[in-house]
């Protein structure tokens, strides 16, 4: 079938035409004055971005790239550290620490559900030796947003460090770094920044810098002192990816023009399209209270063939939507709604849902589903009182 192709994946994400362009730009050579402007540009955009005073230190790499930069640069072997593992990404914190010759100890969290400030403070509580804690700020295998504000205060007050993977929240939802009180940030650009992947992000505050200051790095390749060193002068320790760093600036003019306050509403606003859709279609929801805003997931009522109805959005409707990883394979479909995307895309994936649901197996919800959503977009975009969380907007 002759559709256009609409990518609605929690990562990669489509690409505005004007980041597009600037990744088509010839080369430029990454220790010269052009390149060495560009990346001044960046970085106080990165800042805002990530909401912080901090540098924002890019690493050419895939977002787990960051991930490990991160436990490498701020644990040392045998040293304890905390994971909240809710689902796949969580569990990639673990698997990086036991590389590193850490000891993890897990908190588990059912998927789905978002970890309680109060299980961690426990945690931490009973055992004194735990020097940090790493968790997702918004879990992509389960579509949960984890209380990183709370956990960050508690944190504080153990004097441990809060690592936090926001690969799926920085430029989606707020997570102001310096005012959330998180010890690490990290991103990567294939998700809200409306990049290509290959380009990861990763700030520290005061503390961590502390430590990462006085620790080996461990690997050869992340240096995080290296590459503040070399940041202070606008290059990056090698040879960075280059044509990213053009795309990144376009695609941080094209968010802070928006303002960041707009574009979580857009973002928070498209959550509630997806979910009101997705619930008139009689279908229900993976992440029932503590929701991210990049992507909705929903659970396939029993029976139902997840991989054909992926097949079957793409083939007939050019939809590509995501499906569950693990224990959740065939059993729910994502619909990423984050970065260059808009509720036409989500409307567009809403109705490609419901349709290869029907031809899948025969499912089908309440026929005016798509003004449901629409109606669900307007009242969010509206700031209907109770709708809207308070930290919708928080500054950074
Ligand atoms: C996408 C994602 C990752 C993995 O990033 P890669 O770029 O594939 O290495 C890690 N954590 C979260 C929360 C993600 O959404």
């Known amino acids: 079938m002759f559709n256009k192709l609409r990518l609605l994946t929690p990562g990669p994400t489509p690409l505005p035409e004007e980041v597009r362009l600037a990744l088509a730009r010839d080369m430029i050579h990454h220790r010269k004055q052009a390149f060495r402007e560009i990346m001044a540009r960046v970085q106080k955009g990165l800042q805002t971005l990530f909401g912080t005073k901090h540098v924002v230190l890019p690493l050419s790499a895939s977002g787990s790239g960051a991930m490990t930069a991160a436990v490498y640069s701020l644990f040392a072997q045998d040293e304890k550290v905390l994971v909240v593992e809710g689902g796949k990404f969580g569990e990639r914190w673990t698997s990086i620490a036991k590389m590193r010759g850490l000891r993890p100890v897990v908190l588990s969290v059912p998927w789905g559900q978002a970890v309680r400030p109060e299980d961690l403070e426990q945690a931490l509580r009973q055992d004194q030796e735990i020097r940090g804690v790493l968790v997702q700020v918004s879990e992509t295998s389960t579509g949960v947003l984890h209380p990183v504000q709370e956990l960050a205060k508690i944190c504080q ?63 050869f390749y992340f240096n995080l002192p290296a590459e503040r060193k070399k940041l202070e002068k606008h290059e990056t320790h090698f040879t960075t990816a280059v044509n990213l760093i053009c795309g990144l ?18 973002q928070w606003a498209l959550t509630m399209l997806a979910r009101a859709g997705a619930r008139a279609l009689g279908l229900e ?16 009522p029993e029976g139902v063939d997840g991989l054909k109805l992926l097949q079957i959005a793409q083939e007939q409707f050019g939809v590509c939507l995501a499906g569950g990883q693990d224990q959740l394979k065939g059993r729910i479909v994502r619909i990423g709604h984050m970065g260059w995307v808009d509720w036409g895309d989500v409307l567009a994936g809403l109705y490609a849902l419901d349709r290869s649901l029907v031809a899948a197996s025969g499912f089908s919800g309440a026929r005016d589903y798509l003004e449901q959503a629409m109606a669900a977009y307007q009242a969010a975009l509206a700031g209907v009182p109770g709708e809207v969380p308070a930290n919708v907007f928080v500054r950074s």
Request: glycine share 10%.
């Open 249 to 266: 600036e376009e695609s941080l003019k094209i968010l802070l023009a928006e303002g960041l306050e707009a574009i979580y509403k857009k």
């Open 157 to 219: 007050e153990h004097d441990v460090l809060l690592v936090a993977d926001g690969i799926s929240a920085v430029g989606i939802s707020p997570c102001p770094m310096d005012a959330w009180g998180i010890d690490c940030l990290l991103t990567g650009s294939q998700k809200g920044l409306m990049l290509p992947p290959g380009l990861a992000l990763i700030a520290l505050s005061e503390r961590a810098w502390a430590r990462c200051n006085v620790l080996d790095p461990g690997c």
């Open 285 to 300: 929801l993976l992440a029932r209270e503590h929701y991210t805003w990049g992507l909705t997931s929903v659970r396939l």
